[in-house]
Structures are given as structure tokens and as C-alpha cells.
């Protein structure tokens, strides 16, 4: 297993379409994480998921934003409608136990035009 | 309440001189802190971590950092810049606010290492 895999690393969309990104986690990790990176900022949190179940959702994650887990294993993000403001690198990270060592993927990086 | 400071923006340092990147925390509970790296276009790296054990960390390529509790800092430093210390660090801090594991990252502090 050689880590945390996004896909795909750079996704062009006009505004108004529906964009959706796959993140594979370390396999054995029971926690998945999605975050949004914009220009100049930290990464911020949107969700987590715990194997299937999604155990909190940042307010960032409007109505259009909507994430899955349904084996437990890999995850979607879907935003649908994209606005400009949606523009931004989406992180994916992965975990075995809590509070401990997050394992990021290298991104997914959104332009709305 | 959660938060995390990281008071520069942009350092740049000369090859070869000690590196500081500071960053201060706020947190109710036990926090665990973290530093992460991001070179251009890649993904976050950990590069240290502290978890209740001892208060001076580290980390890979020569990066340590001091929990300070007292003055709830958490700042890196590296003895000697190199030309690939260049990229973006982000100071995290992580605890269980009401009941869930909450994380928080720094807005970042860009690295620029002068030849």
C-alpha cells in the first residue's frame, strides 16, 4: 500500500456542473477525512467519516456537498452545481486511531470557470 | 475553544542558519500538536508530532519542535536551512471538543531558503 491515492489531481469544470473526486485510503485506516485548501489559507476541515458511517460535517459542507463511504474503504466527494467559489485543492486524509497521525493524499486540485 | 496561531506568514533564512517557525495554540483540553509540510504541489507531510509524551520532539530532516505548555507554543526549528526546506509548514492542533476529535490547522508559514 503506498498511501493515501486522489483522484484525479486536477479537474477543470465549468460553473454550474457536477464535479465528484475519489479518495482510496491506507487500507487497514478506519478514519477518512476530506479537508478544502484554498490560496494562502490551511487546509479546513468538511468531514469525516468513521468505516461507513459519517460521523460529523463541517458547516463549510453546504447543501451541494455530499460525501460517501459505502464500504467502508474509498470515498466520493460530490459538489454539485460548482460555483467559482469552490475553487480549491480538496485533501483527503486517512487515520487507524484517533488524535494521531493523519496520512494525506496529495490532493485534488479544483478550477471552476 | 480550538485555535492555532502561527505568527509569520512568510521567514527566509540564509542555507545554512537556524530556522524558527513559531506557532502559539488554544485549546480546552489535553491537545496533540503537529507540524506538516507541503512542498509545491504536493501533499501534506507529517513531520512531527507531540501526544502527552516528551515535551521536545523529533521529527524527520532534522526538524524539532518544544511544547510549551506555560506559554502554549508549539515552535519548529532547525538547527541548519537547507535549499529543500523551502515549502509551506502548517502547525495542527488536535483534541476532543464536545466528544469529537476536532482539528484545526495554522493558515501557514511559507519557508524561503536563500542560497
Keep these: 500500500d503506498t498511501g493515501v491515492s486522489q483522484d484525479p489531481r486536477h479537474k477543470i469544470t465549468k460553473r454550474g456542473q457536477n464535479v465528484t473526486f475519489r479518495c482510496d485510503p491506507i487500507s487497514e485506516h478506519n478514519r477518512l477525512y476530506w479537508y478544502r485548501q484554498t490560496l494562502g489559507q490551511g487546509p479546513e476541515f468538511l468531514t469525516y467519516f468513521q468505516n461507513e458511517a459519517q460521523l460529523e460535517k463541517s458547516r463549510l459542507l453546504s447543501d451541494r456537498f455530499s460525501a460517501e463511504r459505502p464500504k467502508g474503504s474509498f470515498s466520493t466527494l460530490e459538489i454539485q452545481r460548482t460555483e467559482q467559489g469552490d475553487s480549491a485543492m480538496y485533501l483527503c486524509a486517512s487515520s487507524l486511531v484517533e488524535g494521531v497521525v493523519y496520512t494525506f493524499g496529495s490532493g485534488t486540485r479544483l478550477t471552476v470557470v | ?115
Design chain 2, 1 to 115: 475553544a480550538q485555535s492555532v496561531t502561527q505568527l509569520d506568514s512568510h521567514v527566509s533564512v540564509s542555507e545554512g542558519t537556524p530556522v524558527l517557525l513559531r506557532c502559539n495554540y488554544s485549546s480546552s483540553y489535553s491537545p496533540s500538536l503537529f507540524w506538516y509540510v507541503q512542498h509545491p504541489n504536493k501533499g501534506l507531510q507529517l513531520l512531527l508530532k507531540y501526544t502527552s509524551a516528551a515535551t521536545l520532539v523529533k521529527g524527520i530532516n532534522g526538524f524539532e519542535a518544544e511544547f510549551k505548555k506555560s506559554e502554549t507554543s508549539f515552535h519548529l526549528t532547525k538547527p541548519s536551512a537547507h535549499m529543500s526546506d523551502a515549502a509551506e509548514y502548517f502547525c495542527v492542533v488536535s483534541d476532543h471538543t464536545g466528544g469529537y476529535q476536532k482539528v484545526t490547522f495554522g493558515t501557514g508559514t511559507k519557508l524561503q531558503v536563500i542560497p
